[in-house]
């Protein structure tokens, strides 16, 4: 059957005068002296008219997102899902004509941006709370998600919940959700680190996997993402035990300390390397979305005045510092922290972790940590920094007593310690 005008867009090449040829689609263009084109990489460049020797076309390009390219109707007995789209790339699709980035706003438009993705999974309902970048999340963007997936977990005919995201506080949020939520389903959090145009995205793999996952019993929630650069596995990690080490790889996503629960094949196959998750249960999810926002994570560098622990004490109501190696600061050196660090302890929690992204902190081997701990620091062993300072935001929202926050701070509620560091989570 010819495809229709609509189905596909020209490849052009363009040989210039320069001996250069440069290849892709033509989008509009605000200059009228120059073409505008996506190459097949993703990146717009702009080429003048002046410059350019001859233009033909040299193939065509296939649109994602066209109902005549891609399926909408979904198979029969399929399970079902929740979705929930809160901003990024991977809940965007591409205008061919203009090269822009637009939000999905419904299921058959997310089908026809994932190939495939009606034959494996239904979707029973979509969401989209809100749309934003997501440097730009906060904690009310928080309690308005959590609330969102409680009332999917609610639903008796949904077996679990994908939530898109973007990638650069994707870690803080999958912490903050499983403290605000006990989930008796999978919620699962998917990205896409490349666009839906660019032939090396992540998205369509990404989406399919956590769909897959979503299917599952495991009742936790997790991140799914590419396990490598390429397309052979992608991997499900606790929310409280992922970090994203890398700004632009599509393997940025890494679990620390921890070992993934899951491997995905290309196939959408399961291979399961842990057993202590929650399973599937016929209780009902509890929401708590208190957070108390005062709360202020550290960084302790060489050279760092204690005086900042007094405006600390002057606009926080909690702290967490990360400390050098096994939790150690200054506290003998000329900016000693060790008077100020008591004086804070009095007022509000201070809790340490390490710089390091792999390890933990423990006030057992040096006799700085040892002061330190005396001070009243509280040490978080090998919990992650981000997973810290989302987790005493939420405790500080519950409870006041100061020996209590001690030991909610301590306690393993959400997988974000390890009892003992096994040498094979090193670099997975």
């Known amino acids: 059957m010819p495809k229709k005008e609509s189905d596909s867009t020209e490849i052009y090449e363009f040989k210039l005068k320069d001996g250069s040829v440069e290849e892709g689609i033509i989008l509009e263009s605000h200059?009228?002296?120059v073409v505008l084109i996506k190459r097949s990489d993703g990146y717009n460049i702009g080429i003048k008219k002046e410059d350019i020797k001859e233009k033909k076309v040299v193939g065509h390009q296939q649109n994602i997102g066209s109902t005549s390219v891609v399926k909408t109707e979904t198979k029969k007995n399929l399970g079902r899902i929740g979705v929930i789209l809160t901003g990024g790339t991977i809940s965007s699709k591409v205008d061919y004509k203009t090269g822009a980035v637009t939000p999905i706003k419904n299921p058959s438009e997310l089908i026809e941006n994932i190939?495939?993705?009606n034959e494996i999974v239904e979707?029973?309902?979509?969401?989209?709370?809100f749309n934003i970048d997501s440097s730009n999340i906060t904690a009310e963007h928080w309690k308005i998600l959590a609330k969102e997936i409680y009332e999917m977990l609610k639903d008796k005919e949904i077996q679990g919940v994908v939530v898109a995201h973007g990638t650069d506080t994707l870690h803080y949020t999958s912490a903050m959700i499983s403290f605000m939520l006990e989930v008796n389903k999978p919620v699962i959090f998917t990205y896409s680190q490349r666009s839906v145009?660019?032939?090396s995205s992540d998205a369509f793999f990404n989406f399919k996997s956590a769909c897959i996952m979503a299917l599952t019993d495991v009742a936790e929630v997790l991140v799914v993402g590419h396990e490598k650069t390429d397309d052979e596995n992608c991997f499900a990690i606790y929310g409280t035990k992922v970090r994203k080490l890398h700004s632009t790889r599509r393997d940025a996503f890494r679990p620390i300390n921890d070992l993934p629960v899951t491997l995905i094949n290309k196939d959408l196959k399961l291979k399961f390397l842990k057993d202590d998750y929650n399973k599937k249960s016929g209780k009902e999810p509890?929401?708590?979305?208190?957070?108390e926002e005062k709360i202020l994570l550290l960084k302790y560098t060489p050279n760092l005045n204690p005086k900042i622990l007094d405006f600390v004490s002057k606009n926080y109501k909690g702290v967490v510092v990360e400390s050098l190696g096994l939790g150690q600061i200054n506290i003998g050196g000329k900016y000693s922290f060790l008077e100020k660090l008591k004086e804070l302890t009095k007022k509000i929690p201070v809790c340490f972790t390490t710089q390091c992204v792999y390890g933990e902190v423990n006030s057992n081997v040096y006799s700085v940590a040892r002061e330190l701990e005396k001070a009243g620091?509280?040490?978080l062993k090998d919990m992650l920094s981000e997973v810290a300072?989302?987790?005493?935001?939420h405790v500080l929202a519950n409870v006041n007593e100061k020996e209590k926050i001690k030991q909610y701070m301590l306690h393993n509620y959400q997988h974000e310690f390890n009892d003992r560091l096994q040498e094979k989570t090193f670099l997975y």
């Open 389 to 393: 300072y989302v987790k005493l935001m």
């Open 377 to 379: 620091v509280i040490y």
């Open 123 to 129: 979707i029973k309902k979509i969401s989209i709370p």
């Open 115 to 117: 190939p495939g993705l």
């Open 286 to 291: 509890k929401l708590n979305d208190k957070i």
């Open 197 to 199: 145009d660019r032939a």
């Open 31 to 33: 200059d009228k002296n």
